[in-house]
């Protein structure tokens, strides 16, 4: 075997079945590809080392047991190493959300989506990168540094959860957890090669996500491949009593053999090719939905004809939102303060000195959105626009199974190339903010590269609590195609 | 023009803490927070950590139900909960989740009777909101306290209906007497489980417009609550009279000085920036479960009040004293239930009387009395038939209030079982006015009042314990008996 990393979750999983490798190589696998590559890559803020082999030992301990009685199922997650967003609380291990104000910090509780992986017995390798809060699409609005596109160390890897995904394609890990609030999972998929998992609101359960924009926030997960999403979102996904924005519903099984493209009816909304599309991303995007088409789908041109609101609704929805979300950072309970006379200087100088510039920007966006005189123009007609959205999406769903479209405009861009222009970093969102303002799940994997060796990605959507059609029709594309296979040349 | 000339209207928003096992978002207990140590009864939610969510404690909803019902309201089949943004320490997320557009309740109503008639305060909404923790300024620095951040509370904001202190006082009585009746809070206001806030406007009596009203903020005594109203509304009256204007702002009171203190003007004020929680889906009351609500609702104090006038023939006012607590009220049944011979009326007077005069000397509640209702009601049984003097009944009540008992062993360990025998009782008038012959003549000469003087002096001979019904009409039969054949000098 050449190096273990190279192997795809459900390789690794059977393997680790079999008893021909154990989660402890695995695991130490991992650590000595990070330790070779974080130097350039830098998809983590905190490495476990030592969290992880205890883990892996006790999956060992279990995997024994298992092939000795396989009267109770085991998760294919069982001893697999994988990452966390830095947005998701571990229990007693730094989480910093990429920012100042969050130095230091250890929750003393875990995300019930964590928990959950970990119960299913994921080895949890450390937490990764991210824009600041979940606020960017590049995670150069990290304050501890930016990630680079492991395809190319001068481009981004996308954002917010770039860490994650940068760690997937790198192969550092075999999945992570990522969070996708206007594209945050499917973006970063995108621009590094891999596939990401957007699942529906309340899905998942937030407890534990530390939140930016609460209506619009869900835990999803980055991989190498749709199948292998599946033991990962089968182990999320549910309802938790914490959560009550949760779904009561019962979490179906994914079975990927039965997935069939045959009669499917799939939608290309016409409002996302629109002028600003690299053309090398349409072509692409659209020779994917000819495979589907080839694969017995029914292909059809649809509308979503609020589609050019999405982007003013979200960054009026998710700043006001986060302008509260984020008001509980002030140096009293958690996290550093900084040295002050009184109470009014303590807040405004620990949260003047420990929140980055795009996040002040979206706390004021926010707060002027919500202010009084303001709001019935801009948070509540906002709100309003929402519910055309939505009804955008609930009508094409009478028509067609699922909706075909692009990630993102272009492919990873340089760093530092949307410098200070945060309303052309906006753009980057476009294709993915729809799904998260209509709740709705998405999945973002690769279908092809540009002249650059870029990846580039395309994007499905199916109607709330529609994972299983998503990640069947995901894998029935990838069963066709090797573009999920290919390595970055790290 | 005088403060007599203008006419005072007053609004009252009235904050009070549920008595719930648990608090309004998580699962922390609610503890008295004026006895837990600090910052034992919290958890990650009700101390805002990052990544935490609120979950609806349904029980609160419940308490809140009752007291929306009980008030009258219409109660809505979804509200929402909303955010109310500001920073402060005691704040821990950096805003409150309270309910703004759409509350639990509407358009209720209580009923209040200031000597002159029921009348209606009405009662604008009702909503569930969570409370915040508590600071504790040291010098230099200030302390946190997390123990009641998140424990529920009721807002029920009443219309501007009240015009006097009087009206205010009977609003504020009524409405703690309801929330204990309907076991939802404590009432103990020193535990500041209750707390008001009063909009207060003048205008000149017979007009209907609305003069400017000021707030006044963190009113935690119905002492503070009348003063504070009053001296406003005189400042108020004041600043008309020499033809100024008020300001509209939120007050604070000074309980010291006696008098209210401008915090923040119009122009400072908050804009809490309220909006939909999003973490937290409507909250729906089916019919059904406001029925079962509203059907489980006890007696309440206006209804038992009406019941105990009507029933028992009591006098509003010994009526409306027996009623303000469900405890008393429920005494006073109970002791009724012990004496079913003897009229309602006496015995509503010895609780009202006697038992009420012990309660406040010793400074207890009714629930921690020691004499039984079924005690009482026994005791005045006794008084009643005569077993007993009235005199004798006092302290034997006195007695059973210090150490508990039955009022029967304390009569027969005393040896105070009255003296009824009219035989005995002759027997001791004829041996007075044998030994008192000056006084008998005093009284055959014209001097009537000498007649009470041997009545003191016969009851002293029985050692108190004489029926003095009987001993009046055996003394006035002699003395009668007397006047028609006059001793021979």
């Given at each position: 075997?050449?190096?273990?990393?190279?192997?795809?979750?459900?390789?690794?999983?059977?393997?680790?079945?079999?008893?021909?490798?154990?989660?402890?190589?695995?695991?130490?696998?991992?650590?000595?590809?990070?330790?070779?590559?974080?130097?350039?890559?830098?998809?983590?803020?905190?490495?476990?080392?030592?969290?992880?082999?205890?883990?892996?030992?006790?999956?060992?301990?279990?995997?024994?047991?298992?092939?000795?009685?396989?009267?109770?199922?085991?998760?294919?997650?069982?001893?697999?190493?994988?990452?966390?967003?830095?947005?998701?609380?571990?229990?007693?291990?730094?989480?910093?959300?990429?920012?100042?104000?969050?130095?230091?910090?250890?929750?003393?509780?875990?995300?019930?989506?964590?928990?959950?992986?970990?119960?299913?017995?994921?080895?949890?390798?450390?937490?990764?990168?991210?824009?600041?809060?979940?606020?960017?699409?590049?995670?150069?609005?990290?304050?501890?540094?930016?990630?680079?596109?492991?395809?190319?160390?001068?481009?981004?890897?996308?954002?917010?959860?770039?860490?994650?995904?940068?760690?997937?394609?790198?192969?550092?890990?075999?999945?992570?957890?990522?969070?996708d609030?206007?594209?945050?999972?499917?973006?970063?998929?995108?621009?590094?090669?891999?596939?990401?998992l957007k699942t529906s609101y309340g899905r998942v359960?937030?407890?534990?996500?530390?939140?930016?924009?609460?209506?619009?926030?869900t835990v999803g997960?980055?991989?190498?491949?749709?199948?292998?999403?599946?033991?990962?979102f089968?182990?999320?996904a549910?309802?938790?009593?914490?959560?009550?924005?949760s779904m009561?519903d019962?979490v179906?099984?994914?079975?990927?053999?039965?997935?069939?493209?045959?009669?499917?009816?799939?939608?290309?909304?016409?409002?996302?090719?629109?002028?600003?599309?690299?053309?090398?991303?349409?072509?692409?995007?659209?020779?994917?939905?000819?495979?589907?088409?080839?694969?017995?789908?029914?292909?059809?041109?649809?509308?979503?004809?609020?589609?050019?609101?999405?982007?003013?609704?979200?960054?009026?929805?998710?700043?006001?939102?986060?302008?509260?979300?984020?008001?509980?950072?002030?140096?009293?309970?958690?996290?550093?303060?900084?040295?002050?006379?009184?109470?009014?200087?303590?807040?405004?100088?620990?949260?003047?000195?420990?929140?980055?510039?795009?996040?002040?920007?979206?706390?004021?966006?926010?707060?002027?959105?919500?202010?009084?005189?303001?709001?019935?123009?801009?948070?509540?007609?906002?709100?309003?626009?929402?519910?055309?959205?939505?009804?955008?999406?609930?009508?094409?769903?009478?028509?067609?199974?699922?909706?075909?479209?692009?990630?993102?405009?272009?492919?990873?861009?340089?760093?530092?190339?949307?410098?200070?222009?945060?309303?052309?970093?906006?753009?980057?969102?476009?294709?993915?903010?729809?799904a998260n303002?209509a709740g709705v799940p998405g999945?973002?994997?690769?279908?092809?590269?540009?002249?650059?060796?870029?990846?580039?990605?395309?994007?499905?959507n199916a109607p709330h609590l529609g994972e299983?059609?998503l990640?069947?029709?995901?894998?029935?594309?990838?069963?066709?195609?090797?573009?999920?296979?290919?390595?970055?040349?790290? | 023009?005088?403060?007599?000339?203008?006419?005072?209207?007053?609004?009252?928003?009235?904050?009070?803490?549920?008595?719930?096992?648990?608090?309004?978002?998580?699962?922390?207990?609610?503890?008295?927070?004026?006895?837990?140590?600090?910052?034992?009864?919290?958890?990650?939610?009700?101390?805002?950590?990052?990544?935490?969510?609120?979950?609806?404690?349904?029980?609160?909803?419940?308490?809140?139900?009752?007291?929306?019902?009980?008030?009258?309201?219409?109660?809505?089949?979804?509200?929402?909960?909303?955010?109310?943004?500001?920073?402060?320490?005691?704040?821990?997320?950096?805003?409150?989740?309270?309910?703004?557009?759409?509350?639990?309740?509407?358009?209720?109503?209580?009923?209040?009777?200031?000597?002159?008639?029921?009348?209606?305060?009405?009662?604008?909404?009702?909503?569930?909101?969570?409370?915040?923790?508590?600071?504790?300024?040291?010098?230099?620095?200030?302390?946190?306290?997390?123990?009641?951040?998140?424990?529920?509370?009721?807002?029920?904001?009443?219309?501007?209906?009240?015009?006097?202190?009087?009206?205010?006082?009977?609003?504020?009585?009524?409405?703690?007497?309801?929330?204990?009746?309907?076991?939802?809070?404590?009432?103990?206001?020193?535990?500041?489980?209750?707390?008001?806030?009063?909009?207060?406007?003048?205008?000149?009596?017979?007009?209907?417009?609305?003069?400017?009203?000021?707030?006044?903020?963190?009113?935690?005594?119905?002492?503070?609550?009348?003063?504070?109203?009053?001296?406003?509304?005189?400042?108020?009256?004041?600043?008309?009279?020499?033809?100024?204007?008020?300001?509209?702002?939120?007050?604070?009171?000074?309980?010291?000085?006696?008098?209210?203190?401008?915090?923040?003007?119009?122009?400072?004020?908050?804009?809490?920036?309220?909006?939909?929680?999003?973490?937290?889906?409507?909250?729906?009351?089916?019919?059904?479960?406001?029925?079962?609500?509203?059907?489980?609702?006890?007696?309440?104090?206006?209804?038992?009040?009406?019941?105990?006038?009507?029933?028992?023939?009591?006098?509003?006012?010994?009526?409306?004293?027996?009623?303000?607590?469900?405890?008393?009220?429920?005494?006073?049944?109970?002791?009724?239930?012990?004496?079913?011979?003897?009229?309602?009326?006496?015995?509503?007077?010895?609780?009202?009387?006697?038992?009420?005069?012990?309660?406040?000397?010793?400074?207890?509640?009714?629930?921690?009395?020691?004499?039984?209702?079924?005690?009482?009601?026994?005791?005045?049984?006794?008084?009643?038939?005569?077993?007993?003097?009235?005199?004798?009944?006092?302290?034997?009540?006195?007695?059973?209030?210090?150490?508990?008992?039955?009022?029967?062993?304390?009569?027969?360990?005393?040896?105070?079982?009255?003296?009824?025998?009219?035989?005995?009782?002759?027997?001791?008038?004829?041996?007075?006015?044998?030994?008192?012959?000056?006084?008998?003549?005093?009284?055959?000469?014209?001097?009537?009042?000498?007649?009470?003087?041997?009545?003191?002096?016969?009851?002293?001979?029985?050692?108190?314990?004489?029926?003095?019904?009987?001993?009046?009409?055996?003394?006035?039969?002699?003395?009668?008996?007397?006047?028609?054949?006059?001793?021979?000098?």
């Amino acid at each position: 075997m050449a190096d273990l990393t190279d192997l795809t979750l459900l390789e690794a999983a059977q393997a680790l079945r079999r008893g021909e490798i154990s989660s402890r190589e695995l695991t130490e696998a991992c650590l000595t590809r990070m330790q070779a590559l974080e130097p350039q890559v830098h998809a983590f803020l905190a490495t476990t080392p030592e969290l992880a082999l205890q883990q892996a030992q006790a999956a060992d301990r279990r995997l024994k047991a298992w092939r000795q009685d396989r009267s109770q199922p085991l998760p294919l997650t069982w001893g697999i190493p994988i990452a966390v967003k830095d947005v998701l609380c571990l229990q007693g291990v730094p989480t910093t959300c990429g920012s100042r104000i969050l130095e230091g910090f250890r929750p003393p509780y875990t995300a019930t989506s964590v928990q959950r992986v970990i119960d299913a017995g994921a080895v949890i390798l450390g937490k990764t990168n991210t824009d600041e809060f979940a606020m960017g699409s590049s995670t150069e609005n990290s304050a501890y540094g930016p990630t680079h596109n492991p395809w190319d160390l001068e481009r981004v890897p996308g954002g917010s959860s770039g860490g994650s995904a940068a760690a997937v394609a790198a192969r550092m890990c075999f999945a992570a957890l990522g969070t996708d609030t206007g594209g945050s999972v499917r973006q970063p998929a995108s621009f590094c090669g891999v596939t990401g998992l957007k699942t529906s609101y309340g899905r998942v359960s937030r407890y534990g996500l530390i939140a930016y924009g609460s209506s619009l926030d869900t835990v999803g997960a980055l991989a190498r491949s749709a199948a292998d999403l599946v033991p990962l979102f089968e182990a999320m996904a549910g309802h938790d009593p914490l959560d009550s924005t949760s779904m009561p519903d019962p979490v179906p099984q994914v079975s990927l053999e039965d997935a069939d493209l045959k009669g499917l009816r799939i939608g290309v909304p016409r409002e996302y090719f629109i002028e600003g599309i690299a053309s090398e991303v349409e072509e692409a995007v659209r020779r994917a939905v000819q495979v589907f088409a080839d694969l017995g789908a029914q292909v059809q041109e649809i509308s979503l004809s609020h589609t050019d609101l999405a982007l003013p609704v979200y960054y009026l929805i998710a700043p006001a939102e986060a302008s509260a979300n984020l008001a509980r950072y002030d140096g009293v309970r958690f996290g550093p303060r900084e040295p002050a006379q009184d109470l009014w200087e303590g807040y405004f100088a620990t949260r003047g000195a420990r929140f980055g510039p795009e996040v002040k920007r979206r706390i004021m966006l926010g707060s002027y959105a919500l202010s009084a005189g303001y709001y019935d123009a801009y948070y509540g007609q906002a709100q309003k626009v929402r519910t055309l959205i939505k009804g955008d999406f609930e009508a094409a769903f009478q028509e067609v199974d699922l909706i075909a479209c692009p990630v993102a405009p272009t492919t990873a861009f340089r760093i530092g190339e949307h410098g200070d222009d945060p309303l052309s970093m906006y753009l980057e969102d476009v294709f993915t903010l729809p799904a998260n303002l209509a709740g709705v799940p998405g999945i973002a994997f690769p279908v092809g590269f540009d002249s650059r060796g870029l990846p580039i990605g395309m994007q499905l959507n199916a109607p709330h609590l529609g994972e299983p059609a998503l990640l069947q029709a995901a894998h029935s594309y990838q069963q066709a195609t090797d573009w999920h296979k290919e390595h970055p040349p790290l | 023009m005088t403060a007599s000339t203008y006419e005072a209207v007053i609004g009252l928003e009235v904050h009070a803490e549920l008595l719930t096992r648990s608090k309004m978002f998580c699962g922390c207990p609610v503890v008295d927070s004026t006895q837990a140590e600090p910052n034992t009864a919290v958890c990650e939610i009700c101390t805002g950590m990052p990544g935490t969510l609120p979950v609806i404690n349904q029980r609160a909803v419940e308490y809140a139900l009752r007291v929306a019902l009980a008030l009258r309201c219409q109660v809505a089949e979804t509200s929402v909960f909303a955010r109310k943004n500001y920073f402060y320490p005691d704040l821990p997320k950096g805003y409150q989740i309270s309910q703004y557009e759409l509350p639990l309740a509407q358009q209720g109503w209580l009923s209040i009777d200031v000597g002159s008639g029921e009348q209606r305060v009405r009662v604008r909404r009702v909503h569930l909101e969570e409370d915040t923790g508590k600071l504790f300024h040291r010098e230099g620095y200030s302390l946190v306290d997390y123990n009641r951040s998140g424990v529920p509370l009721l807002e029920i904001v009443s219309e501007p209906d009240m015009h006097s202190v009087e009206e205010v006082k009977a609003y504020a009585t009524a409405l703690r007497s309801l929330l204990r009746y309907l076991e939802v809070n404590s009432g103990d206001m020193e535990k500041g489980v209750i707390r008001f806030e009063a909009n207060v406007s003048v205008r000149p009596s017979g007009s209907e417009t609305l003069g400017t009203r000021t707030e006044i903020k963190n009113l935690n005594s119905f002492r503070a609550l009348v003063r504070s109203i009053a001296f406003e509304i005189e400042r108020q009256s004041r600043l008309l009279d020499a033809g100024k204007t008020v300001v509209q702002e939120t007050l604070g009171w000074d309980e010291v000085r006696g008098v209210t203190l401008s915090q923040r003007s119009k122009e400072e004020a908050h804009d809490y920036r309220y909006f939909p929680e999003p973490d937290l889906p409507p909250l729906h009351v089916s019919a059904e479960w406001a029925e079962r609500v509203r059907a489980e609702l006890p007696e309440l104090p206006d209804a038992r009040r009406a019941r105990f006038r009507e029933r028992y023939r009591l006098t509003p006012y010994v009526a409306s004293i027996l009623t303000a607590e469900r405890a008393i009220a429920d005494f006073y049944e109970d002791a009724l239930a012990a004496a079913p011979q003897v009229s309602p009326e006496k015995t509503a007077n010895w609780i009202s009387g006697e038992l009420f005069a012990l309660l406040n000397q010793a400074a207890l509640d009714i629930d921690a009395c020691r004499v039984t209702p079924r005690a009482l009601g026994e005791l005045v049984s006794m008084v009643e038939s005569g077993e007993i003097s009235a005199a004798s009944g006092k302290a034997v009540l006195a007695e059973i209030f210090q150490a508990g008992g039955r009022p029967q062993d304390v009569v027969r360990a005393r040896g105070l079982a009255q003296l009824n025998d009219p035989q005995e009782i002759e027997r001791l008038v004829e041996r007075v006015l044998q030994e008192n012959p000056q006084q008998v003549q005093q009284y055959l000469d014209g001097k009537e009042t000498v007649s009470q003087w041997l009545f003191g002096q016969v009851m002293r001979a029985a050692r108190g314990r004489a029926n003095p019904r009987v001993i009046r009409e055996v003394l006035e039969r002699a003395l009668r008996s007397m006047e028609e054949n006059p001793p021979t000098a």
